[in-house]
Structure formats: structure tokens, C-alpha cells
């Protein structure tokens, strides 16, 4: 069986995201979409494809399928699934939707990924709580640091380095050769992808990989894209100061939407924040922005800002490259 991901339906409303991959390659959880399809559907020999023909099903990319609602989203393709009646079933609609879904994905995930496995041995050196529901994969290092997974499950990737000193609550992930650097904090449900380098404190926050968040400074609430930097002392809000529902806006036009009462910062692809940088709640950061200066950034910063200026595409590639 031959089955097509067809993001013709989300695409738009989902960036800065899908600016730069398919839908399907949203990370939430520990795996993208399309990783977590990828597995599921070696179990019944089909295979995802690229481009639509008439023998494939047609899956919109933004479902989020785990071990028990696969079979459910296969049989009822063409049907509309009623989310609201079905808790095993979640599409991401709005790009915020990938840290408030997060610790929900992380659960599954965990369960996907471990099932019918043994971890490698936890050293000595760490202090444990719920040690069943932490699961480290070979080439993994985990010493002298707090891991308490009685809130959710921790998930060491293959060659993650967790440094001394690091206080971790569950459910967390550490993809896979990804650095969590000494005395940082993290809370569920929190997400560091592969190859990238955390530290600080950081919470209910996805980071897709290739990133640095090296540094001390807060992150809450947020989605930080592939190849961005936070430099040392960034931090963003995540809860206004009145406690009321933040807003998101997602063009220089558009109203604005609302997520709730939490929600951090999202940026896009390529991104990068100066030392000390403020965001401001319900902040949204497009692609290829290179964000300094003395004030806080607007709540909307468009694809390639250099500051208030435009950052030139050729220097923008540039800087890429380095």
C-alpha cells in the first residue's frame, strides 16, 4: 500500500515552519510526522511516497499517527475524524499547536520507540526517579545529573551527551548526538532535537534540531526551528502580564489568533537572536532573521529581517554557509 502525505490543506497556516520542509517533517514528540509513519508502517508493508498517483491513500500531513490510532486514521480516510470525541487522535493545525500537543506526542513516541527494547544501563552517577520509564539508547552518556521521569518518560537518543549538574523532569526527549551542557533545568514536556546543543532553563518547549540554545536564559512554551542560535542570556516570555490569552500574529496584517494563556516564542528556520535578547509573549520570528539592537523585538519579525532592516538574500546565504 502506497500512502501519500498531503499537506495541500495546512501548509499555509503552519509557518514559519513549513516555509522551509513539508509538513511532515514538523518534529513533535521525539520523531517527525513522517519518522513516526515511517515505523508504524514497516509493520504492515506500506510505504510513504512523495508525489501523488492514483493507487495511494491520501493522509493529510498534519495527523499525528501513533501505535494506536494508526489503524483508525488508515480506515477512515475520506471521513472526517472527530477529534473532540477521539483522544487518541491530534492534528496540528496552528504552528503553537506543537508545544501544547508536546507532552502528548512525547508519551507516544516513547512507547513507540522502546517497545519490546532494553535501555543501556543508567550510570551510578545520576540520581534517579522512575527509572522503568527512562530508556537510553547505545553511545549515550548520562552522568551525575537528576533524572525524574514520575512526571513523564526521558528519552536519551543514540550519542546524546547530558553534562553534569543537569536537573531533568519528565517527559523530556534528547534526540539523537544532541548536548544538554552542565546546570541546566528542564521541565516537561521539552524536546531537544538531533545535534543540537541546549542549556539554561527551558520548558514545555520543541527545539527541531541543528540549534543552539547553549546558554543561560529562559525558554518556555516555544517551537525554535533548524539551524538558529539563541545567543547567551535570551529569554522569552510565556504568560502576560495581566494572566489573559495571548495572541499570535502571524503576518504585518493579520488580527491575530489566540492560543490560550501560555505561549512563548516561535521561530522560524535559520534564525538568530543577539546576547541578552528579550522576546515578548506570543512572539513569531520568520525565516532567515538575524535579530539585535537595543528593543525588544516586534511580536510579528517577517522572513529575513536584519535587524529593522532587510537582510540581503546573497549575505543571508553567506551566513548560512558559515
Given at each position: ?23 511532515a517533517d514538523i518534529r513533535i514528540g521525539i520523531l ?10 514497516i509493520k504492515n508493508d506500506s510505504t510513504l511516497i ?219 528556520d535559520y534564525s538568530r537572536a543577539a546576547i541578552n ?46
Amino acid at each position: 500500500m502506497k500512502i501519500f502525505l498531503d499537506e495541500s490543506q495546512c501548509k499555509e497556516r503552519l509557518a514559519p515552519f513549513t516555509l522551509t520542509r513539508h509538513t511532515a517533517d514538523i518534529r513533535i514528540g521525539i520523531l517527525t510526522i513522517r519518522e513516526k509513519w515511517e515505523m508504524l508502517l514497516i509493520k504492515n508493508d506500506s510505504t510513504l511516497i512523495i508525489n501523488n498517483d492514483l493507487n495511494a491513500l491520501i493522509i493529510k500531513s498534519n495527523i499525528i499517527p501513533t501505535k494506536d490510532n494508526c489503524n483508525d486514521i488508515l480506515a477512515s480516510v475520506g471521513n472526517q475524524i472527530n477529534s473532540e470525541n477521539n483522544p487518541d487522535f491530534k492534528s496540528i493545525e496552528f504552528p503553537w499547536q506543537i508545544f501544547q500537543f508536546n507532552d502528548w506526542a512525547l508519551r507516544q513516541d516513547f512507547e513507540l520507540i522502546t517497545h519490546g527494547r532494553k535501555s543501556e544501563a543508567i550510570s551510578e552517577t545520576n540520581r534517579v526517579i522512575g527509572r522503568e520509564h527512562i530508556f537510553i539508547e547505545p553511545g549515550a552518556v548520562v552522568e551525575h545529573s537528576i533524572l525524574n521521569a514520575s512526571t513523564g518518560p526521558i528519552y536519551i537518543g543514540k550519542n546524546a551527551i547530558v553534562m553534569e549538574g543537569n536537573l531533568v523532569r519528565g517527559p523530556f526527549a534528547l534526540c539523537e548526538s544532541a548536548v544538554l551542557k552542565m546546570g541546566s533545568k528542564i521541565y516537561g514536556a521539552t524536546t531537544i532535537g538531533p545535534f543540537s546543543v541546549a542549556g539554561g532553563e527551558i520548558k514545555n518547549s520543541v527545539i527541531f534540531g541543528y540549534t543552539n540554545k547553549a546558554h543561560d536564559g529562559y525558554l518556555g512554551d516555544s517551537v525554535i526551528g533548524e539551524w538558529c542560535n539563541l545567543g547567551a542570556g535570551t529569554s522569552n516570555s510565556n504568560v502576560k502580564n495581566t494572566a489573559s490569552e495571548v495572541k499570535y500574529i502571524n503576518n504585518l496584517h493579520a488580527p491575530g489568533m489566540i492560543a490560550g494563556n501560555k505561549g512563548g516564542l516561535l521561530m522560524g528556520d535559520y534564525s538568530r537572536a543577539a546576547i541578552n535578547t528579550s522576546f515578548n509573549t506570543g512572539t513569531i520570528v520568520g525565516v532567515c532573521c538575524n535579530i539585535f539592537g537595543q528593543n525588544i523585538p516586534e511580536k510579528y519579525v517577517p522572513d529575513f529581517s536584519w535587524g529593522n532592516e532587510r537582510y540581503l538574500f546573497e549575505k543571508a546565504l553567506s551566513d548560512i554557509a558559515n
